[in-house]
């Protein structure tokens, strides 16, 4: 496959760089919400739109800097991009559900932190994608870490009940199931040649 | 008072039970897989014999270990953990050195089972969790192949397998020289297809004669195990058809569009461990879905993931991954396939309820 084409690009990031089973980026909220998929896959949802909306942005951004060879402020730009990004999400989510903007508590603000969307705008950037080649990384990005989430969310859920020693209880399971599940990702490594 | 002659037996449901236990259905796959070894040890010889031996011993050991540990009752009863070994050691290439083998045997069955709460909890096939570990930890032994119904097999080991604990394997390539003085090609049917654009004659394929892992050589014999299996009602062959079929399917499409650049169905169906896979190790009980649907599913994950790591991702074989991807993906299959309860209301009707009131 082209290593230029769309399709490569998305794929690339949804499954063979995952930001989180291969890059490990992005692990606090990976290990905090994925307890339950009532509210893995809003979480994974909300950071497909703060990551297109700051891919977006940044890829503006990066023109400006480039033209006036400030680079410098690149990293506090991008980060200033992605909190009003996750500010308009906040209040939409506020907005239209309550319920799930309680469930996600402290998460949701901290989409702000979260190094996956800081690492995705600057990979779009030292790569030189184009517009079009900048949404799809960040689109596959996006859908990677809810892919991601919901996968470890369905496993912490079917191993609620399970009788797990006191030493691998809580963030220990999680942090080893994200272990397994990043072995399993190691499949795709290569993909597309 | 003279005691009653009659004594009423009081006792809870369920009254009739079926006579398979966990021990009985684990000891008829251990059953079911013996030829499979049997059939190792005699193309690769003393390799593969001390391979299975320490496989098992090993995870046997860990489970009793931790067990112990625990101050729980030893759960290495129930047979499960002798199959966890069999597997493990069956998709080893038959040159690995026996240290690394119990490091992985170890970690497959402390990190993918034990943590995880036993038999019964572990989300991933135990088996499978000792190989990517050893496939990530040891990548050069890992792809070291040595070639099958070599002379001299009963007598002595293939010089790697004895590499001392901690050691790089030794190489092989002296005794390779020796042992097939007209060359070795090194290579799998699978890698010589991927790399080489070289197809492997059926019949071997089918037999087994050929280089690859100790146990996945043969698919007929691996087969026909299997089918004992389902006939006894032990293993879910729905699973098993279902991956073969998607498998066949998928590669024969893509055959039909450029048949020079892509392997036969028939190939891609009998070479590499799709058939060990699809038989033994994607059927485990515990982490496949549980629904009816949902393993039909399951199956058509997995046969379209190891055509499409198979014929383009970096690797020549997938069936590894895709198995442990579809473990992963399991909880979320079942979930979503959820049977609709006899007299419950669908969405459908509930959304029309709502609209009419």
């Known amino acids: 496959m082209d290593h230029d084409s769309l399709m490569f690009i998305f794929l690339n990031a949804l499954l063979i760089n995952n930001l989180v089973l291969a890059l490990f980026l992005g692990l606090c909220p990976f290990v905090g919400v994925s307890s339950k998929i009532n509210t893995a896959w809003p979480m994974g949802l909300a950071v497909i739109v703060v990551m297109l909306v700051a891919s977006v942005c940044a890829y503006g951004i990066n023109i400006l800097l480039v033209h006036f060879e400030i680079e410098y402020l690149r990293l506090i730009s991008y980060i200033a991009v992605i909190a009003s990004a996750v500010q308009l999400v906040e209040m939409t989510i506020k907005k239209f559900s309550p319920t799930l903007f309680r469930l996600l508590g402290i998460y949701l603000p901290l989409i702000t932190t979260n190094c996956a969307i800081l690492g995705m705008a600057l990979f779009q950037t030292f790569d030189e994608y184009s517009f079009t080649q900048s949404l799809a990384y960040s689109l596959g990005a996006g859908g990677g870490f809810m892919l991601a989430l919901v996968l470890m969310a369905g496993l912490r859920e079917r191993l609620e009940l399970a009788n797990v020693p006191d030493v691998a209880t809580s963030a220990a399971i999680a942090f080893m199931l994200a272990g397994l599940l990043s072995l399993a990702f190691m499949g795709f490594a290569g993909l597309g040649g | ?357």
């Open chain 2, 1 to 357: 008072m003279k005691a009653s002659p009659q004594h009423i037996e009081l006792r809870s449901s369920p009254h009739y039970r079926a006579p398979d236990t966990v021990d009985v259905i684990m000891r008829n796959v251990v059953y079911a897989l013996l030829p499979v070894c049997v059939f190792a040890v005699y193309l690769f010889g003393l390799s593969a014999l001390a391979l299975l031996v320490v496989c098992v011993a090993v995870c046997v050991g860990t489970e009793h270990l931790f067990c112990v540990w625990a101050g729980k009752r030893s759960t290495v009863g129930d047979w499960s953990v002798v199959i966890t070994g069999l597997l493990l050691a069956l998709t080893l290439p038959p040159a690995f050195p026996l240290w690394m083998a119990a490091v992985s045997a170890f970690f497959g069955v402390a990190v993918g089972k034990i943590f995880f709460g036993g038999l019964g909890y572990n989300v991933m096939n135990p088996a499978l969790v000792g190989r990517a570990f050893a496939q990530a930890a040891f990548t050069l032994p890992m792809t070291t192949w040595s070639p099958p119904r070599a002379p001299g097999r009963f007598t002595e080991f293939i010089p790697s397998t004895l590499t001392r604990p901690f050691m790089e394997p030794v190489s092989i390539d002296q005794w390779l020289d020796r042992v097939v003085p007209d060359g070795f090609a090194g290579a799998t049917p699978l890698a010589l297809m991927k790399f080489a654009q070289t197809p492997t004659d059926l019949m071997p394929l089918m037999v087994g004669t050929i280089p690859g892992c100790a146990g996945e050589t043969s698919a007929l014999l691996i087969f026909i195990c299997g089918l004992y299996l389902i006939f006894r009602k032990m293993m879910d062959g729905r699973i098993t058809f279902s991956i073969l079929l998607t498998a066949f399917l998928l590669s024969g499409l893509f055959y039909w569009v450029n048949p020079d650049v892509y392997p036969d169905p028939l190939f891609t169906l009998f070479s590499g461990g799709l058939m060990l896979g699809a038989v033994f190790m994607a059927t485990d009980m515990v982490a496949s879905p549980e629904t009816r649907l949902g393993v039909w599913v399951y199956g058509i994950l997995i046969g379209v993931l190891v055509v499409i790591i198979r014929l383009f991702g970096g690797l020549p074989e997938g069936v590894m991954y895709a198995i442990l991807l579809g473990n992963a993906a399991s909880p979320l299959i079942s979930r979503v396939t959820q049977p609709r309860i006899y007299g419950a209301a669908g969405k459908k009707r509930k959304k029309k309820e709502n609209n009419a009131s």
